[in-house]
């Protein structure tokens, strides 16, 4: 929850001036999409929501549904963010409705998934990320994340001062996709995972030198369009 619209301007101007060989997308506040779709018209630069409800319309009050994000051109949605499940209450339940809602309506759900500070120093990593995902293949099957992203967010690292090590954050995403694989061993292949605990332009080479890490969820970081660059020419 941050910005305004000269900060929007500024930032998505400099971003249009740069180019990337990676694929680049933000996620502003719902509030101000129709100033990014506008601002990135002719771009090569996407952009999506940072949550969205798994209904498609009705008494939601303060809801926002994907055919309003898709009005003004949204290609991704976060879905099941450590925050939306932490600080709003979103079970598994409620993030598995989201996804499949999006992939119904040909938005991108881009997956957060997992574990606590609590959870961690509990060794109940795999524990809880293989629940999330389960929750989810389960209600929508796992051909569905051929049209999604997996981004896994050590919660314990976001925020805290703690970072997870390139070979930690390689070794819960090579599990991820080894869930994958059981499952559909081709779709493994191609799936997108991206790691999203405290990067930064100091880290990201590295993190992203990982054979398993396809790019990166940028929080902090991405306040500082310079410090977002630099890791965007990272990947």
């Given amino acids: 929850m941050h910005g305004s619209k000269p900060f929007i301007a500024d930032f998505l101007n400099q971003l249009k001036k740069t180019s990337f060989k990676s694929d ?3 996620f502003a506040p719902s509030i101000y999409i129709p100033c990014v779709s506008e601002l990135l018209q002719s771009s090569a630069i996407h952009y999506g929501a940072q949550n969205v409800s798994q209904f498609s319309s009705g008494a939601y009050t303060g809801e926002i549904s994907i055919s309003m994000l898709k009005e ?3 290609r991704f949605s976060l879905v099941g963010h450590s925050e939306r499940r932490e600080l709003f209450g979103e079970g598994d339940d409620v993030v598995a409705a989201k996804f499949v809602a999006a992939i119904a309506h040909g938005v991108t759900p881009v997956l957060c998934v997992g574990e606590t500070k609590t959870q961690h120093q509990a060794h109940e990593t795999e524990k809880v990320i293989n629940e999330q995902l389960n929750a989810v293949i389960q209600t929508a099957g796992i051909d569905a994340f051929s049209h999604a992203v997996i981004a ?5 690292a976001i925020g805290t001062g703690l970072t997870a090590t390139p070979e930690q954050a390689q070794a819960v995403h090579a599990f991820i996709r080894q869930q994958v694989r059981q499952l559909n061993p ?8 991206l ?10 080479a590295a993190l992203f030198a990982m054979p ?24």
């Fill in 72 to 74: 003004f051109g949204c």
């Fill in 195 to 204: 790691y999203g605990g405290s990067v930064k332009a100091s880290n990201a």
């Fill in 152 to 156: 896994y967010e050590p919660v314990w």
């Fill in 212 to 235: 398993d890490i396809d790019g990166g969820l940028v929080g902090g970081a991405s306040l500082k369009v310079d410090e977002f660059m630099a890791i965007c020419q990272a990947i």
């Fill in 24 to 26: 680049v997308a933000v």
């Fill in 186 to 193: 081709a779709l493994a292949e191609t799936v997108q995972i």
